[in-house]
């Protein structure tokens, strides 16, 4: 072999190890460098403070890997996670009235339950009415979604008035403050929602499928896979996790609000993509998401730490987001010499 092919050889072993590792490194990086500049960045509290923070963006991350795993894409989910949070207020408050009030003491609603069942149904329903208008009416997700951005807000303030709606019971609020052990409860549905999405898209038919579909979906209808239904689940899954989401977020902030989810569809599309999942469709995994929802949970609150303002953040996420794409990018054209 000669000395080029070595060399060449040794570059696409780099590549690949960019591609399999590079986030990871980078998360591993950004805590170095922020425990540098603070040491107390790496306290036990604020770690924890950390995976508190990235459960409610990483659990629709979760269900937004499924999506792009399609090469779809869905913009709603900042908007359905307000939608779904009112939802949830109303079923455990009984009703709109007395939104204001912080107080518990006599309410009459339904409980956190039905509350959580009414978030996620609500949440997958909507989920598969923007699926049906993908696959069955052909508009493309981008525009479908980007019309269930709008579309779910307003429902939102309709029901709401344009008001929050507060005070839930301390068996509800337990889901988005509560602990076990020392570690916040969020973080622990986050994790096991995590190992069931690993577990599906990695030893199961449907997994593999949705894979397939990603990769070229009209080889896959060719094999005999029914490609409409598993683009209408993967909105159906995203939905559901946008309702989770929303009863956990309402459950920590002891409050639904109509500007909830602001942005988040950003927030969720960063970490996807910043996790490995490639906008394209057919590569990705649900680790790479972990990892990139701790990426930018990191990078936030290190800036926080650091005094950044919240505007500025938003810039840094937003290049950071444009430089994984790139860097992605060139990567695979690395592999492929």
Avoid at 318 to 336: T, Y
């Amino acid at each position: 072999m000669s000395a080029t092919e070595q060399n060449e050889r040794g570059g696409i072993n780099v590549a690949r190890l960019l591609m399999s590792f590079g986030p990871l490194l980078f998360l591993v990086a950004l805590i170095v460098v922020f425990t540098l500049l603070k040491p107390s960045f790496i306290d036990p509290i604020n770690l924890f403070n950390i995976t508190r923070q990235i459960s409610i963006t990483g659990l629709i991350a979760l269900g937004m890997t499924f999506v792009i795993l399609t090469a779809g894409i869905d913009l709603s989910v900042g908007s359905l996670l307000a939608f779904c949070g009112m939802v949830a207020a109303v079923v455990a408050k009984g009703g709109t009235a007395n939104t204001l009030s912080l107080s518990t003491t006599g309410t009459q609603g339904y409980g956190w339950f039905a509350a959580l069942l009414a978030a996620v149904l609500v949440g997958a329903a909507a989920g598969g009415v923007q699926g049906l208008a993908i696959t069955r009416l052909k508009v493309p997700p981008f525009v479908v979604t980007l019309g269930g951005l709008t579309v779910f807000r307003g429902l939102t303030l309709t029901i709401s008035n344009g008001g929050p709606i507060s005070g839930f019971d301390a068996s509800m609020r337990w889901f988005g403050t509560g602990l076990i052990g020392p570690v916040p409860v969020p973080a622990i549905i986050f994790a096991i929602a995590a190992i069931l999405c690993h577990i599906v898209l990695r030893y199961t038919r449907y997994g593999r499928a949705v894979y397939a579909v990603g990769g070229n979906a009209e080889a896959a209808r060719l094999s005999g896979l029914r490609v409409d239904r598993i683009l209408v689940s993967v909105y159906v899954i995203v939905g559901f996790f946008a309702g989770l989401a929303a009863f956990v977020l309402s459950a920590r902030l002891n409050s639904s609000e109509a500007v909830a989810g602001i942005g988040y569809e950003l927030t969720v599309i960063s970490a996807v993509v910043i996790g490995g999942t490639s906008l394209f469709g057919g590569i990705g995994s649900v680790g790479g998401t972990v990892v990139g929802a701790a990426l930018i949970g990191v990078l936030q609150n290190g800036l926080q730490f650091n005094n950044v303002s919240s505007y500025t953040q938003s810039i840094v996420i937003g290049l950071i987001l444009i430089l994984a794409v790139a860097f992605d990018r060139w990567l695979k054209s690395r592999v492929r010499r």
